[in-house]
């Protein structure tokens, strides 16, 4: 598609009707000016247009149809306002897959993934397997870990019924056999057989973190259980040993600064090869342990 002396064949930023004209490097520069870095200007222009970086440039004179730049405008005064870009597209990649995110979701973070490789190491091995993701949010653990491990028996558990719709509707999409289970953390799994693993990315930042300023945002169930941050940590770890088989492993990303602190109540409570993995920063942020039974 082209366009050129506002004129167009069709395609995403075809102008159609009246209204003031707005090209897409104009749009861009529009961003910039107003305080974006220019790679995310032109990801939000990309997921605003459902188009590639490559279109962007080689279409960059094309003009935007009022309705799409009404729409460019309304998302760019959203993000100016710190709303989250995976709030605006309603999407977020996490370990390799598309992910739908809404506000009643926390949204996945990459330092995350280093979570589900942990837990995919202690998979291995040919026989049946029980996982449960605790405070699954879009599901991006769970869905990770059934996506390498399809022959695992892998659920999900959020108390917000609107995390849960997302994270069963993102498994349906992805075409994963993932079960559901609505309550908080281990109540709703009453009657279920012991687990291989309990792998959870709980609410741990303190209730008075400055942090908590910039993700004004997304749900603040989802990210401080408030106090110190590490009831929800406390509870899991109190809790864990009476859902796992011998042998079986907790894992529990936490604050860099939550480490030790977990590390001691593994330990305390009875876990052994108590371990700390680091983020992509080389921040520590996942603890272990496995339950000896």
């Given at each position: 598609m082209s366009i050129r002396d506002g004129h167009a064949d069709g395609g995403p930023g075809a102008r159609s009707g009246g209204g003031p004209a707005l090209t897409v490097v104009n749009a861009e520069r529009t961003a910039i000016a107003a305080g974006l870095p220019r790679a995310e200007a032109q990801y939000l222009l990309q997921a605003l247009l459902g188009v590639s970086r490559a279109?962007?440039?080689?279409?960059?004179?094309?003009?935007?149809?009022?309705?799409?730049?009404?729409r460019f405008h309304h998302w760019l005064a959203r993000r100016l306002d710190g709303v989250p870009l995976a709030y605006l597209t309603g999407e977020k990649e996490f370990f390799g897959l598309t992910l739908r995110v809404t506000p009643d979701t926390l949204?996945?973070?990459?330092?995350?993934?280093?979570?589900?490789?942990?837990?995919?190491?202690?998979?291995?091995g040919p026989r049946p397997l029980r996982v449960v993701d605790l405070g699954?949010?879009?599901?991006?653990?769970?869905?990770?870990?059934?996506?390498?491990?399809?022959?695992?028996?892998?659920?999900?558990?959020?108390?917000?019924?609107g995390a849960l719709a997302v994270a069963l509707d993102n498994a349906q999409r992805l075409g994963l056999q993932v079960d559901g289970h609505l309550g908080s953390w281990f109540e709703p799994l009453a009657g279920q057989p012991p687990f291989d693993l309990i792998v959870s990315n709980p609410p741990y930042v303190a209730g008075d973190d400055h942090h908590l300023d910039a993700l004004k945002h997304e749900p603040r169930t989802a990210l401080t259980p408030e106090g110190d941050g590490l009831a929800d940590l406390r509870h899991l770890i109190e809790g864990a040993p009476a859902w796992l088989r011998p042998d079986g492993w907790?894992?529990?990303?936490?604050?860099?600064?939550?480490a030790d602190a977990v590390a001691a109540m593994l330990r305390a409570r009875g876990f052994i090869e108590v371990e700390t993995r680091r983020d992509l920063g080389g921040q520590p942020r996942a603890t272990g342990g496995r339950w000896p039974g």
């Open positions: 279109w962007l440039i080689g279409h960059d004179t094309d003009l935007l149809d009022a309705v799409t730049a009404e949204i996945p973070r990459p330092d995350t993934e280093l979570l589900v490789q942990w837990a995919l190491e202690r998979l291995e699954t949010g879009t599901g991006a653990i769970a869905l990770s870990i059934k996506s390498q491990r399809p022959d695992a028996d892998v659920r999900m558990v959020d108390f917000s019924p907790l894992l529990l990303e936490h604050g860099f600064d939550q």
